[in-house]
């Protein structure tokens, strides 16, 4: 959808996501998303996520430098806001990653809360990457077949605990440096080769519910806990892992043949930054 295009009643409706939620930039065009890049920063460099910078310039510069990263400014929030309002929309859904994982949800409502004359809603997807990214391409698509805008806000509530991701990640060095695990985890990881499948739980908090030895059994596990047999929409994630990927996916052709693959991707910089090369990730949305 151009963004300029005369509105219908439904179309007055625009849908944002924050850089976290890694949906690819081709993704966001077709659909006519807005999103909220968040800051990659090295020592006197500052790039915005997955525009100025892609995910290989952080792998390449690993480990000798490790950026950090920061959420969209008030500012940069209030433009976005300010040229959805200026192109003449009504209503708002801003899709955000876990408020445990980051305070930029915090600002959209912030942001929000200064522009009255658009309707918005915040969902807090208590979730991270493509596990988060899926309910904006889902709200879009509903958006496309006619869904209102309050039957939207209304099933993406419905759906928040039918998005189930996992990932494996080779390294728990990243994590551990920006403090999303904890000691214990780290040093059993790093001297006896135990590796975490992460995903978030009910809060948004990241928890284990499997642990592995090694890359080797990572497919198999993740495909095992995530298989179903129902209607689903799947993407899968990577971070420096390209083969791997590609044989998750022959996988899980094979096991859900009813899933629809949206897409398979790189991951984001931002999330990059924070776990390493070597990471393998799939989301399932149950009954899209």
């Known amino acids: 959808m151009n963004h300029t295009e005369e509105k219908t009643d439904n179309q007055k409706t625009a849908i944002i996501v924050d850089s976290c939620c890694d949906v690819p ?10 999103e909220l890049p968040v800051h990659i920063m090295y020592d006197k460099e500052d790039y915005l996520d997955g525009i100025t910078i892609e995910a290989k310039t952080i792998y390449d510069r690993f480990p000798d430098e ?8 008030f500012a940069e ?24 994982l980051s305070n930029t949800i915090q600002n959209v409502h912030t942001v929000a809360n200064e522009h009255e004359k658009l309707r918005t809603f915040i969902f ?32 993406l509530e419905n759906k928040r605990y039918d998005s189930h991701l996992l990932f ?60 179903t047999d129902k209607p689903c929409w799947i993407i899968m994630a990577e971070g420096y892992a390209p083969g791997e ?9 094979e096991a859900m043949p ?18 390493g090369p ?6 399932v949305l149950e009954n899209p």
């Open 77 to 100: 929030i209030d433009d976005v806001f300010t040229e959805i309002e200026n192109k003449g929309y009504k209503n708002v859904i801003a899709i955000c990653m876990s408020d445990h």
């Open 258 to 275: 009813q899933a629809e693959i949206l897409f398979t991707k790189q991951i984001n910089p931002s999330l990059a930054v924070h776990t």
């Open 25 to 34: 930039q081709d993704v966001i065009k077709e659909l006519g998303l807005f």
């Open 124 to 155: 807090n997807t208590k979730n991270i990457s493509v596990g988060s990214g899926i309910f904006g391409i889902w709200a879009a698509r509903k958006l496309r077949d006619g869904w209102t805008f309050e039957q939207i806000t209304e099933g």
């Open 245 to 253: 990927l590609t044989l998750l996916n022959d996988m899980v052709k």
């Open 168 to 227: 494996y990640m080779d390294t728990l060095k990243y994590l551990h440096k920006g403090g999303r695990i904890g000691n214990v985890s780290y040093l059993l990881g790093s001297t006896l080769g135990i590796r975490p499948i992460i995903s978030c739980d009910h809060d948004g908090v990241y928890y284990t519910p499997a642990k592995i030895r090694g890359r080797k059994n990572s497919k198999s596990k993740i495909l095992d806990m995530l298989k």
């Open 66 to 73: 490790i950026p950090t990263t920061s959420m969209p400014s």
């Open 278 to 283: 070597g990471l393998l990730g799939m989301v």
